[in-house]
């Protein structure tokens, strides 16, 4: 080898080890936490909640505190854990695995293994959260139930056996939630919305599943639904088409589109569209 080319060969490899070290100190190592854990976070940040079987309920909270409380069903079975991450802070259910080569472990972003076997053959865990104003959410479950009641920052549920429900606290996050094969989704509109720009809402159920939307009349919203069965509308929002594949078009108040709504249901699943009481 050159000199030219060792000169090369050390440059690169220094910057790969930079680049190792950054991503190493991108994230803490997991600590398990009891219930009732209080955890500093500020608006922008997200707290991502990675369960097995059970259910999570999140609730707007005061100050900047995330409190987490849980109950366990086997408490030996599971451990709740968390990670600081660069962009705020995971937590998770981790099962304890008799199997040496598949090994347990809470990693962001669903990259880790957390249980060994079917998800209903785990413990449940119930979880209660609540969120500060302005932290995004992201929960994903394998057999069990997510719910939301208040949360501004953006907010992502994914259930792939179980039910989602959404009580809206107005934005200006965005709203995203899927279920799997079974699933079904209600989302409850919030009657203010704070934009000032275009709300997101996307719901997604891609099996036999209902998306069951409540909406204010007094909101204004551009809506798109993708559907192979005909959709039921209340008379109140004066939508004629209800037939397959796809219905465009605008509910509430002329001129007035503070939110975008997108549904997407699978080959037997059903959207209905109600006013909020």
Known sequence: MTGARRRVGMVLGTLVLAAVAREGGAQSAAVEIATGTNI???AGTTLELQA???EASFLSASGDQVVV???RDVPADVKIVTRTTADGVTVCTVYASSDANKATECLPGGKGRLAVGKPKDQSRVR?????PSGVHVTATIGDGDL???GIVGNLRFYSNNGYVLVHDGGGPGTIDAGVGLLGNIDAVIASAQKGPELRQVSLKAVGSGKVRVAMPITVGATYHIATQQPAAIDRVFGVKKV???SLLGHLGPTGDSSLRL????GIAGQ???LPAK
């Open 69 to 71: 409380e849980y109950a």
């Open 271 to 273: 959207f209905i569209l």
């Open 243 to 245: 037939s397959p594949p």
């Open 147 to 149: 719910k939301s009641n």
């Open 262 to 265: 997108d549904v997407d249901t």
């Open 127 to 131: 979880f209660r959260i609540r969120i």
């Open 40 to 42: 500093p976070m500020t």
């Open 52 to 54: 097995v079987h059970g």
